[in-house]
């Protein structure tokens, strides 16, 4: 059985930092991309940060470019998100998130249309006040 365990968030102030975790059970890194989704309040989900199955590649969303980074410990099977200069923009509840895809070679794991992620963390709470 897969378990996927979101941990790290908390209440924050603007320009401050945080590192979101990912304990995974179950699961291996070499056939599931690995990925932290959020969904604010009133609004759809949206994807965040990814590291492709296939070679490690890493993809953003545009709105955390360079203010984001996603990594992952093989040796703990776990994955993590470091949040600098938050933005309250950023408050919401983030998921992280394993999987698959049926084609072949290295696509950007945010996209729906190539990947499918059928294994879902319970979510944690960020919030970033102004």
């Known amino acids: 059985e897969v378990q996927l365990q979101a941990s790290g968030g908390g209440l924050v102030e603007a320009g401050g930092s945080l590192t979101l975790s990912c304990a995974a059970s179950?699961?291996?890194?070499?056939?599931?991309?690995i990925a932290w989704f959020r969904r604010a309040p009133g609004k759809g989900r949206e994807g965040v940060a990814c590291?492709?199955?296939?070679?490690?590649?890493?993809f953003y969303g545009d709105s955390v470019k360079g203010r984001f980074t996603i990594s992952r410990d093989d040796a703990k099977n776990a994955w993590y998100l470091q949040m600098n200069n938050l933005k309250p923009e950023d408050t919401a509840v983030y998921y992280c998130?394993?999987?698959?895809?049926?084609?072949?070679?290295?696509?950007?794991?945010?996209?729906?249309?190539?990947?499918?992620?059928?294994?879902w963390g319970q979510g944690t709470q960020v919030t970033v006040s102004s």
């Open positions: 179950g699961f291996t890194f070499d056939d599931h991309a």
């Open positions: 590291i492709t199955e296939t070679d490690g590649s890493i």
């Open positions: 998130a394993g999987g698959r895809t049926t084609f072949s070679g290295t696509y950007p794991c945010l996209s729906s249309r190539v990947y499918e992620y059928d294994y």
